[in-house]
């Protein structure tokens, strides 16, 4: 993920509240009115967003703000707070307590707590939805994939009472060892902008069934759809404090990383702020888990299946606008393949560039005015370095979206050594390489400082095999555009795009959130007090 997600959004004072959806269409307009009429901690109409705190949505003291806007229509949406340090201290000294009874409650009682997530997340799908179109910018249909991704996560969380079982082995006679998994405490999640359910999803579940208690921030651009989901942890029966709601930006996550009571921080976002949240914590002697930026390849060999091949690059580029940290970001033609080209540019050209609410809508706009400049400066740098602009977005008009951060879809051709390549775009822009072999590709890709995911279209078993065992990245796709592995495994990225030993969800996110307790212990049988008293003459041998 290219750019930082602690953003550097103008603060200001709070004067007001706020009340206006008027620059919201017929569309966004009721959805914005009932989530604000709904839901306790956010607002869609111009009004604050509150702290989670304790079990209670608390307005914060702060004087400092931060306004979140619709990225189609530039709305105000709502104001989120910089939380400040005698609230985020309150937040984890709830979270501290709470920890006290709910580490020790049943692994059953936390179960109960996953399985009534889930079905509050089922029923309260389409608020996610609304939410996330609204302050992120999605289309309806992806955003109902975000929350459905991170429900898996839910869904994979009941099955705690298996995946938690520990160890036991008698190590010799009447003596036994046995390896328990416990909690480790106070944990902090910092969620990115691009996945406002799903981000919180992947460690909210997994962090209580094991026993801890967790500090969310959630991206201070969108942090609707994380209120959202802190009310319906209450809602299923979540005890006061053992889920909190912080916001905010660099004051807050420094403070996150110094804290004493912190024990491990999740972290999803761009290279330097999880350079710096990786080096900050660990030095204070916490476990920390950072997914980072990437760089996404896709291979296309002479003898994929063209259509599938073309359409899944597409999709994969394109959706969600790019701003996905599995996005497809590069394609390497190999051989005759490269005459597929204006057929790929063709099919892209058709897509509905739109606002999230309209039907048929297949990209939204990017989150803000500052992604906008940044992608449109990538696109014209791959021009001024000698490549060629094959489909250009910079000039995309939306009817009725005047202001939207819209860029359409955009397809490039350049080499590895043009800021196009070399850089995470983060838009809707696919930059084109050449290969005459598949060996040519594969060192491409290995040489990327990033691992996220590469991904190849062929009908040969051979060639696949090939590919899957020599690509140096962490998820690999054979004719799957998007590899991301579903929550009974786990996210595997390595390289440049990780920090950190343990992955998110699946079993590693089990490791990540529990500490080994080892206890080995004799009680020989020959000592029990039930034995039967002998009445032989005693020999002493």
């Known amino acids: 993920m290219s750019i930082s997600r602690l953003a550097r959004i103008p603060l200001r004072s709070p004067s007001r509240s706020y009340a206006t959806t008027a620059g919201l269409n017929a569309l966004?307009?009721?959805?914005?009115?009932?989530?604000?009429?709904?839901?306790?901690?956010?607002?869609?109409?111009?009004?604050?967003?509150?702290?989670?705190?304790?079990?209670?949505f608390i307005d914060s003291k702060t004087t400092q703000w931060h306004d979140v806007h619709d990225p189609s229509s530039q709305t105000l949406l709502t104001r989120v707070p910089e939380t400040t340090m005698e609230e985020f201290d309150q937040a984890v000294d709830a979270a501290s307590q709470a920890f006290k009874s709910w580490s020790k409650q049943s692994v059953l009682a936390r179960q109960r707590f996953a399985i009534e997530l889930q079905y509050q997340i089922r029923q309260n799908a389409d608020a996610l939805a609304h939410s996330i179109v609204l302050e992120q910018g999605k289309t309806l249909a992806d955003a109902h994939g975000d929350v459905l991704r991170g429900l898996q996560v839910v869904e994979s969380a009941i099955g705690i009472t298996s995946n938690i079982v520990g160890e036991k082995l008698e190590v010799s006679k009447d003596m036994d060892t046995e390896v328990r998994k416990l909690p480790l405490g106070v944990c902090a999640s910092i969620a990115p902008f691009n996945f406002p359910a799903m981000i919180p999803l992947w460690t909210i579940p997994l962090a209580t069934v094991t026993g801890n208690t967790l500090i969310l921030k959630p991206s201070e651009r969108d942090p609707g759809a994380a209120m959202i989901i802190a009310e319906l942890c209450a809602r299923a029966g979540l005890p006061e404090g053992v889920v909190n709601v912080v916001h905010g930006t660099v004051p807050v996550v420094n403070r996150i990383c110094d804290h004493e009571a912190i024990k491990a921080v999740s972290f999803v976002g761009g290279d330097r702020a999880g350079r710096h949240i990786y080096e900050r914590a660990t030095k204070n002697g916490k476990r920390v888990q950072a997914n980072l930026g990437a760089k996404n390849h896709a291979v296309i060999m002479p003898d994929a299946n063209k259509n599938l091949a073309l359409n899944s690059i597409i999709g994969a580029a394109f959706g969600a606008a790019g701003q996905r940290c599995m996005a497809v970001s590069v394609a390497v033609l190999v051989g005759t393949a490269q005459s597929w080209l204006p057929e790929l540019v063709e099919r892209a050209s058709k897509l509905n560039v739109n606002g999230g609410f309209e039907k048929g809508a297949d990209l939204g706009p990017l989150i803000s005015s500052a992604s906008k400049a940044r992608v449109t400066g990538l696109i014209s740098s791959c021009a001024d370095e000698g490549g060629r602009i094959h489909l250009d977005g910079r000039n995309v008009q939306v009817p009725g979206y005047p202001a939207g951060n819209f860029v359409g879809p955009t397809v490039l051709e350049g080499t590895v050594g043009m800021r196009c390549y070399r850089e995470e775009i983060f838009g809707p822009v696919l930059?084109?390489?050449?290969?005459?072999?598949?060996?040519?590709?594969?060192?491409?890709?290995?040489?990327?400082?990033?691992?996220?995911?590469?991904v190849i279209f062929t009908q040969s078993g051979a060639t696949a095999r090939k590919f899957e065992s020599t690509v140096n990245v962490g998820q690999v796709g054979i004719n799957v555009p998007i590899p991301v592995p579903l929550p009974m495994f786990a996210w595997s990225g390595n390289k440049g795009s990780v920090l950190g030993d343990i992955g998110f969800y699946g079993k590693s996110g089990i490791n990540f959130y529990t500490q080994n307790k080892t206890t080995t212990s004799l009680w020989r049988q020959e000592d029990a007090i039930g034995n039967k008293a002998s009445v032989d003459m005693p020999t002493h041998h």
Do not use: M, Q
Not at 437 to 446: E, Q
């Open 28 to 56: 966004a307009r009721p959805k914005a009115e009932n989530l604000s009429a709904t839901w306790k901690g956010t607002s869609a109409t111009g009004g604050n967003t509150k702290n989670f705190i304790g079990g209670a």
């Open 431 to 454: 930059t084109v390489i050449t290969s005459d072999t598949l060996d040519d590709a594969l060192d491409i890709i290995n040489e990327n400082k990033y691992g996220n995911g590469a």
